[in-house]
């Protein structure tokens, strides 16, 4: 069984930084790519970025291109995302999730485990 626990959200105003991690348990985290996703209310759940196992590869959703920063410390088992210049647009309740593996990683089917979420919340 996998566990994922997020932390680090919280209030900013606009153009600030926050930084999330995501906790997980168990000894497979090394080996899969891990993502982040994000969903603002009324909104369907969206793809913020994919890191691969190796750190080798990192892919952004263009909403956060240049401003996101994922990242992982396999040791410690974490996941993270370095967030600056943050906008209002960028409110919503942030997940990490594991992927299954595969070429697609933008859909949310293509992950198995997720977090609880922490909320993100960009004041203007």
């Known amino acids: 069984q996998v566990q994922l626990v997020e932390s680090g959200g919280g209030l900013v105003q606009a153009g600030g930084s926050l930084r999330l991690s995501c906790a997980a348990s168990?000894?497979?985290?090394?080996?899969?790519?891990m993502g982040w996703f994000r969903q603002a209310p009324g909104k369907e759940r969206e793809f913020v970025a994919l890191?691969?196992?190796?750190?080798?590869?990192?892919y952004y959703a263009d909403s956060v291109k240049a401003r996101f920063t994922i990242s992982r410390d396999n040791a410690k088992n974490t996941l993270y995302l370095q967030m600056n210049s943050l906008k209002p647009e960028d409110t919503a309740v942030y997940y990490c999730?594991?992927?299954?593996?595969?070429?697609?990683?933008?859909?949310?089917?293509?992950?198995?485990?997720w977090g609880q979420g922490t909320q993100v919340t960009v004041s203007s």
């Open positions: 999730a594991r992927h299954k593996g595969g070429s697609y990683y933008t859909a949310v089917d293509k992950y198995d485990y």
């Open positions: 168990g000894r497979t985290f090394s080996s899969y790519a």
């Open positions: 890191i691969t196992w190796t750190s080798i590869n990192k």
